[in-house]
């Protein structure tokens, strides 16, 4: 979670209960400082949520060292932080042996495989909202993928970049000029880069009501809320046939049922291609899945989302390298 301080509903009470059911006859505590973590006697010790203090986010050595007088060995397993230049993910590794954990291995294997020596045709999608935060990271992916298709809120402004009259839909206008370049950059060579033909239209986000138009034919008092059928007919050939899949971010506003149609297709879709290696990550993308039951389909599902991206983009991360040292 993302505590502003102290926060009971993310205490980590319940992994430590959690904890006791799986390992009977050992004792197991919480301490909730660093104190009181040294003078616990017990088997194991959890030191209470890192984020409850305020020298994770912002770094100090000082915090550091005293994290790292706790231990005679670091190990960090959390793939989904190492993207953040946290004082427990990069300090600890400065003061003490460090080493990567079992799934932070299985992770980099799993995005190394698709990164370095994908099955061809390879097919990324990619939603969320602002180009200006994804640009880099869809450059990287024009390198790699035989397909790029662009969904959700980070579609409009593409739409927007060639000329498309979007309605009332969210777009960052400041962003339609880095669109437009990078738009420019790939014609006439591949990648092939899937927007949207037509879409789920409705006046605001908790309407009931809706419709399908032509992006040519949106109304003006109208936005934008997921994929149309006849684009994700597209996308669907285009998944069927594919070796290598990526995928991070949902396409449509799942949060309302009316609106993650295209979302679940998607995911459909990749589960159906037992021949592909299909890579899904992101809280959002897990989230907008409502048929649980076909998680076992897909190839890896990255406990990281902006951890999965970062690393695609750079190929590496600040919690990577402080193990490096």
Not at 182 to 187: E, R, S
Not at 219 to 237: N, V
Not at 248 to 264: A, K, S
Not at 294 to 312: D, Q, V
């Amino acid at each position: 979670g993302r505590p502003k301080g102290i926060d009971e509903n993310l205490s980590l009470k319940v992994v430590v209960e959690r904890l006791k059911e799986y390992l009977k006859g050992i004792s197991i505590s919480l301490a909730k400082t660093l104190e009181e973590a040294k003078e616990k006697k017990d088997q194991i010790v959890v030191l209470e949520n890192i984020r409850f203090f305020p020298e994770e986010k912002n770094y100090s050595t000082l915090f550091a060292q005293k994290l790292s007088s706790l231990a005679e060995v670091y190990v960090n397993d959390a793939f989904g932080v190492c993207h953040r230049a946290d004082t427990s993910v990069v300090g600890p590794p400065q003061f003490l042996p460090a080493y990567g954990g079992l799934l932070l291995k299985k992770e980099i294997t799993m995005l190394d495989k698709v990164l370095k020596n994908p099955q061809k045709p390879v097919v990324a999608i990619i939603g969320g909202a602002k180009v200006s935060t994804k640009i880099n990271l869809l450059e990287k992916l024009a390198k790699l993928v035989d397909y790029l298709i662009i969904g959700g809120g980070l579609a409009n402004t593409f739409l927007c970049a060639q000329n498309y009259s979007i309605g009332n839909s969210f777009c960052e206008y400041e962003a339609t000029q880095i669109a437009r370049r990078f738009l420019a950059k790939q014609i006439n060579k591949k990648p092939y880069i899937i927007l949207p033909r037509d879409a789920v239209v409705a006046k605001d986000k908790e309407s009931k009501e809706k419709m399908v138009v032509k992006i040519s034919e949106i109304p003006k008092d109208y936005c934008i809320f997921d994929l149309g059928p006849e684009t994700l007919a597209e996308i669907g050939h285009i998944l069927a046939k594919a070796k290598t899949i990526i995928w991070n971010g949902p396409v449509g506003y799942f949060e309302n049922p009316n609106f993650r149609d295209g979302t679940d297709f998607i995911y459909y879709s990749i589960t159906q291609n037992q021949k592909a290696v299909s890579v899904v990550g992101g809280g959002d993308t897990l989230a907008a899945i409502s048929k649980k039951e076909y998680l076992e389909k897909i190839t890896h599902i990255s406990t990281g989302g902006g951890a999965m991206l970062e690393y695609i983009e750079k190929g590496t991360l600040p919690g990577i390298e402080a193990l490096k040292r």
